[in-house]
């Protein structure tokens, strides 16, 4: 019973390093979305998809990059890593529903720090 | 614009006493609420959510929630508090905009339980 799977937990990195950010999920759902979680400043939203090759950006997506080749997979990409993108990293995922009344799994995070 | 308000950042309990979390939302049209709990190193959690009908709704671990639209207000509430409800709690809106699903959250409740 998997869910959303991210990987990994923990990173470092140094500043200007690249990195991708996994996310699986095994329940078919079309929704998946990045956010970023930053102290006393609940979730804000990187990137979503809903559905294999469209994406779109949320409300922070300067600095990252993603993609969808498929319905399971939707990787978050850090090309050059800033002091300013550590953060603890979500993804979720949710099926559509008739309108936005689904609730969304998440992931267990990623603890992402810049150094 | 859709936003989400929770005023308490941090909320101190004693074991056993009763709890109520706040939590604001502005939105248009219809709401779809939900509540998620976030423990230490963990993704959010579905409580519980609202979609239409009884305005009182009842969740996981205890918890319900009541939809105020009068007030625009859907406060989390548990009758005896235990230890292991500390946490962090975020309330959330599901808002379709365009026929794109996005989530808003607020920024957060956390609770500390006194034994």
């Known amino acids: 019973n998997a869910g959303v799977t991210q990987t990994p937990k923990f990173r470092i990195l140094k500043i200007g390093q690249s990195m991708t950010l996994q996310c699986t999920q095994d329940?078919?759902?079309?929704?998946m979305y990045w956010y970023r979680q930053d102290p006393g400043m609940g979730l804000k939203l990187i990137y979503y998809s809903v559905g294999a090759g469209i994406t779109d950006k949320g409300e922070v997506p300067n600095g990252y990059n993603v993609s969808r080749s498929t319905t399971e997979d939707f990787p978050l990409r850090l090309e050059l890593a800033a002091p300013s993108q550590t953060s603890v990293y979500f993804c979720?995922?949710?099926?559509?529903?008739?309108?936005?009344?689904?609730?969304?799994?998440f992931g267990d995070g990623t603890r992402l720090s810049i150094l | 614009a859709q936003s989400v308000t929770q005023p308490d950042i941090h909320i101190t309990v004693s074991e056993g006493a009763s709890l109520e979390l706040r939590c604001n939302y502005s939105y248009g049209a219809t709401p779809y609420l939900f509540w998620y709990v976030q423990s230490p190193g963990q993704g959010l959690q579905l409580l519980l959510k609202y979609f239409s009908g009884d305005t009182l709704v009842q969740g996981i671990k205890g918890f319900e929630a009541e939809f105020k639209r009068s007030q625009s207000s859907f406060n989390l509430r548990k009758p005896s508090v235990h230890w292991s409800d500390a946490a962090e709690y975020f309330c959330a809106v599901g808002a379709s905009t365009s026929g794109t699903y996005k989530y808003i959250f607020g920024t957060g409740t956390r609770l500390k339980v006194l034994a």
């Open positions: 329940m078919n759902h079309n929704y």
């Open positions: 979720a995922s949710s099926s559509p529903g008739r309108y936005s009344n689904q609730p969304q799994h």
